[in-house]
Each structure stands twice: as C-alpha cells, then as structure tokens.
C-alpha cells in the first residue's frame, strides 16, 4: 500500500524559505518517479516538480522555476521540495505524488 506523508510547512513572511519532506513506503522508493503538486483556495491542483527515479531529470511549473528545487535521497525514502523566494501567491497546500497515490498535504503559508 503506497504511503505518502509530507511535512515541513508552516507560516513563512515573503521572500522566506521552507523545505519540505515527503516520506514514501510501501513500494520500491528507487524505481518511481515522484512528483509535488499545490492547491491553492478556489483553484485547480498544479504540478509545482517532477523528479526522475535517478534525479537525472527534473522539471518544475512556470511559476517556481529558479526558486524552488526539487530532490530525492533512495536511501531514505524521501523527497524534498526546497523552495526560495516565497510569495504570498506560493500560499497552498502542498501535496507528494506517486503511484496515483496522494499524500495528505501540509499547508504553506506566504504572509506577514
């Protein structure tokens, strides 16, 4: 059974930065490409990066490219989403990706 939990957001003041942790069990971490997606109030959930089963590939939305990142560590199981540079517009819940399966999501909120 595929298992998604993220953690690490929070209330953050624009042009602050939070890394955030998906931890993944039930399935082979290391052959699967993970992804994170936001939702913000009132609008449709938009992937936010992609990262390939080796990070050789990553690819991120329009709207984050050069401020956040995206990595992986096989060995813990666990994919992170760095991001910099945050706007009150970054404000959404944050969702982990994989396997047709759903994290939970941990809230991110951009304000002073």
């Known amino acids: 059974q595929v298992q998604l939990v993220e953690s690490g957001g929070g209330l953050v003041p624009p042009g602050g930065s939070l890394r955030l942790s998906c931890a993944a069990s039930?399935?082979?971490?290391?052959?699967?490409?993970m992804s994170w997606f936001r939702q913000a109030p009132g609008k449709e959930r938009e992937l936010v990066a992609i990262i390939s089963k080796t990070s050789a590939f990553r690819n991120y939305g329009d709207s984050v490219k050069g401020r956040f990142t995206i990595s992986r560590d096989n060995a813990k199981n666990t994919v992170y989403l760095q991001m910099t540079s945050l706007k009150p517009q970054d404000t959404a819940v944050y969702y982990c990706?994989?396997?047709?399966?759903w994290g939970h999501g941990t809230q991110v909120t951009v304000s002073s």
């Open positions: 039930g399935f082979t971490f290391s052959n699967v490409s």
């Open positions: 990706y994989a396997l047709e399966s």
